[in-house]
């Protein structure tokens, strides 16, 4: 069991048949009164965020979450394919359950395929992921104003800022969790 007053970013807990997992939390201690746990939460399956104040004292069932590293086949339609890197097992997952990141995904790419009991809810791409520009219009000389972007289309089809520097067949780095452009791939 785990008790309001436990709880931590990343924590998971099942309540009223749903798992939700803690993205903020902050203990309150007025001068008046009991203290409380405001919390914002969000549901693991649906990704709707919440915020309530707990009790410290309330109980929940701790979720286990299940994190299988899986590789990135194919895709075939809605359905895209992950194969266990353990024993070797495919699994059709689908396009719905993916995520935004999943766009900076390429085949043959580890992720972490996330589950409770036994359903998939999710799929976490590796947080840095190294993509070949395949096309972006060459820097203007002179346009040299600080921090200046312009669009590049990536391998996978996303389009990510980066300097005007950067020039189509380059291998730049990517941070999935925000779409950013973090550097030039030192591979």
Same mark, same amino acid.
């Given at each position: 069991?785990?008790?309001?007053?436990?709880?931590?970013?990343?924590? *998971?807990?099942?309540?009223?048949?749903?798992?939700?997992?803690?993205?903020? !939390?902050?203990? &309150?201690? +007025?001068?008046?009164?009991?203290?409380? #746990?405001?919390?914002? =939460?969000?549901?693991?399956? /649906?990704?709707? &965020?919440?915020?309530? %104040?707990?009790?410290?004292?309330?109980? !929940?069932?701790?979720?286990?979450?299940?994190?299988?590293?899986?590789? =990135?086949? $194919?895709?075939?339609?809605?359905? $895209? =394919? !992950?194969?266990? *890197?353990?024993? $070797?097992?495919?699994?059709?997952?689908?396009?719905?359950?993916?995520?935004?990141?999943?766009?900076?995904?390429?085949?043959?790419?580890?992720?972490?395929?996330? %589950?409770?009991?036994? @359903? #998939?809810?999710?799929?976490?791409?590796? /947080? !840095? &992921?190294?993509?070949? &520009? /395949?096309? *972006?219009? +060459?820097?203007?000389?002179?346009?040299?104003?600080?921090? #200046?972007?312009?669009?590049?289309?990536?391998?996978?089809?996303? #389009?990510?800022?980066?300097?005007?520097?950067? @020039?189509?067949?380059?291998?730049?780095?990517?941070?999935?969790?925000?779409?950013? $452009?973090?550097?030039? %791939?030192?591979?």
């Amino acid at each position: 069991m785990l008790s309001a007053g436990d709880f931590r970013n990343g924590k *998971t807990f099942e309540m009223d048949g749903q798992v939700f997992q803690v993205v903020e !939390f902050q203990h &309150v201690k +007025p001068g008046k009164g009991a203290a409380f #746990v405001r919390t914002k =939460y969000k549901n693991v399956i /649906t990704g709707a &965020v919440v915020e309530r %104040s707990f009790n410290p004292t309330d109980k !929940f069932e701790e979720a286990v979450i299940e994190r299988r590293n899986m590789q =990135y086949l $194919y895709a075939d339609g809605d359905l $895209y =394919y !992950f194969m266990d *890197t353990e024993t $070797y097992e495919q699994e059709p997952i689908n396009g719905s359950k993916l995520g935004d990141a999943f766009k900076f995904v390429t085949e043959n790419m580890e992720c972490k395929v996330l %589950s409770f009991k036994g @359903n #998939v809810f999710g799929v976490e791409p590796p /947080t !840095f &992921v190294d993509l070949v &520009v /395949t096309e *972006t219009e +060459p820097g203007v000389r002179g346009d040299t104003a600080t921090n #200046v972007t312009k669009p590049a289309t990536v391998e996978t089809g996303a #389009v990510v800022r980066v300097p005007l520097f950067i @020039n189509e067949g380059e291998k730049i780095q990517i941070d999935t969790r925000t779409g950013e $452009y973090l550097g030039r %791939s030192k591979e």
